[in-house]
């Protein structure tokens, strides 16, 4: 077995869960050789069990469910967490520091890749709460990168694909196109790159898709876990 740190993952949605559990085992053999990954728990409650406070701007409510299942997974041996989940990181922001383990916080790995990329203002796509919240703002700007948000008609429609589209599995054309004319938009405005914010958008749209750099926040949360627990001491 290799000495690796056990990852935790705590989990909302399923698809972008899925899709971070997999990079994290496929991309781990690069590291650590043929069919090796580091140990991982995921747990998660029902993505309508968030939903029902994040309606009602409780995120009080989201970050002691958060709290909950993050114990559940320590207890199973994790010695560091993460969240694929943008939106909830709202809500990681208040027990952030409560946790007997370390999180590392999508936002801030995505602030980073950015960073070293050189890029001064980034355009940030996700659900509604998440492009009109705090989450990535203060993160962003930290590292001195500006961001801007489509515009509300723009925010309406990411905000219907991802829950009535992405959340079930469902990736359609015209969504994709409609995506890469809102990222062209964002482009016009200034924008040298875009964030894909939401866990399920890179599985719409690829960074190769994309009419301007883009950065998979999924794959990034995954990569800088397989960073950390593969860090050699």
Known sequence: MSK?????????????????????????????????????????YSLADYMRPIYENRWDECAQLLLKS???????????LICPDNTIHQAL???RHETR????HIAEEVAAVASARGVKRLGVLGTRYLMEG?????????????????????????????????VYG???????REF?????TLGERGCDAVVLGC?????????????????????????????EATRVS
């Open 4 to 44: 690796t740190k056990h990852i935790g993952i705590v989990a909302v949605s399923a698809e972008g869960a899925a899709l971070c559990y997999r990079t994290i085992c496929s991309e781990g053999t690069a590291i650590l050789g043929p069919h090796d990954h580091p140990p991982v728990t995921m747990q998660t």
């Open 180 to 184: 890469q004319q809102i990222i062209r």
């Open 170 to 176: 469902r990736f359609e054309d015209d969504s994709r």
């Open 199 to 227: 866990t399920e958008i890179p599985l719409l749209i690829e960074e190769g898709d994309s009419p301007l750099p883009a950065f998979d926040s999924t794959r990034t949360l995954a990569r800088a876990a397989l960073r």
């Open 70 to 80: 993050a114990n559940k997974v320590i207890d199973a041996g994790a010695e560091l």
């Open 134 to 166: 705090p989450v990535y703002s203060p993160k962003l700007s930290a590292r001195g990168i500006a961001c801007e948000i489509p515009d509300l008609e723009q925010r309406e429609r990411i905000n219907s694909v991802i829950f009535d589209e992405l």
């Open 101 to 104: 383990v370390p999180w590392l």
């Open 93 to 95: 922001e208040l027990i």
